[in-house]
């Protein structure tokens, strides 16, 4: 918490967007970063005690007398002596204030370092991090998940404020005042936060959190190539609360031929590396005998980049004819930043050209 609030505050005064924005708020107060400190009671009472529902969660024996004084400075002792490596500025993160202090406060500022990905969202890369993570955790072996007798079972602890020995109201207690002290508020005692905790706490388990999590357990099941019968759709209302699972459905198969099938999260990949197109004609030639079908409009977007019944007219001829025998990748304006250009088609049956069909599956031109 010390660390990441402190490195947060950092990245956020880094931010001249974000900090235009500090100005112009009365009280202005904008927050100063949190210096971890041994000697300071409340950031000794925070470090014990979140290890304390630590211990908890994961089932681990506190000793009887934890809230001691004594024994919580032998615990954050051993915290002051952890070496961790000096604040840098986290570039993505500082654009993205940037650019929320230009959104909501119309300030101008110069252009950020460009920022790096912190994460691969590439399908692929995502599923072999994520495997790896689990088995660097101890909870997978090769494909397969550890069985639960296998591992340290955690379990979760339940909120209770009347309960002083479960350390939670001086959590609470500790963690409001640093947060506080950090935008220069004033302190809360440990009595008032122990009587406004009960109606705070419930507030804490958001939508986004369950919403969260669930996926995480659909992604698991993902990573283990699960038949589908055993994922499931989710019905939150936290209002209530309530929690509904239900298995999904079958995605419904629309066939337009014997060699048309699809759904509505179908997608075709075309690979002009390995299919042999090269001008605009062979891409619909392609098409049309992919789906026995013939291709008739193509659409970029909103960008028409080919239309049938237009270029057929006998004005159209000689540019029709220049179209088609041009190479695929300038016909579709294929600029070189993206590896592939994703196109919509319409097709008519080849014997009923009155037979449109216009919702088929996005057709991905996969160039590198």
Known sequence: FFFQAEDGIRDAQESRGLGDVYKRQLPRRPPQPIKYSGEDNLHVIFISSFAYVLASVYNIKLPANHRDKNVRQVLTNKVSKMMLSEYAPNRKKVQSLEEEGQKNGN?????PAQAQNDLDLNPDQLLKTLTKLMTDQGLMKGNELIPESALTVCGAVEFE??????????????????????YRLDPMDWITVKLKS??????????????????????????????????????????????????????????INNKVQFTIWDRWDIDCRTSGIGSFQDLLSYLGSLTDLQPLDVMKGSQAIYLFNMMNSDMKKEE??????????????????NKYVELLVTYCNSRNQEEVYKNLPIVRVIFR
Request: glycine letters at 2%; hydrophobic letters at 45%; one cysteine or more.
């Open 107 to 111: 300030v101008n500022v110069a252009a």
């Open 161 to 182: 404020k009347d309960e002083d020995s479960n350390c939670h109201v001086d959590l609470l207690h500790a963690m409001t005042n640093i947060r506080a002290s950090s």
């Open 198 to 255: 009960g109606n705070i706490i419930p507030a804490l388990a958001t939508t986004t959190a369950v919403v969260a999590a669930l996926q995480t357990i659909e992604m698991c099941k993902i990573i283990l190539n699960s038949e589908v019968f055993l994922y499931r759709n989710a019905f939150v209302n936290l209002a209530i609360p309530s929690v509904a699972l239900s298995e999904p459905m079958q995605s419904r198969k629309y066939k």
């Open 320 to 337: 029709n004819r220049r179209i088609l025998s041009s190479p695929v990748n300038e016909v579709i304006d294929f600029d070189g930043n």
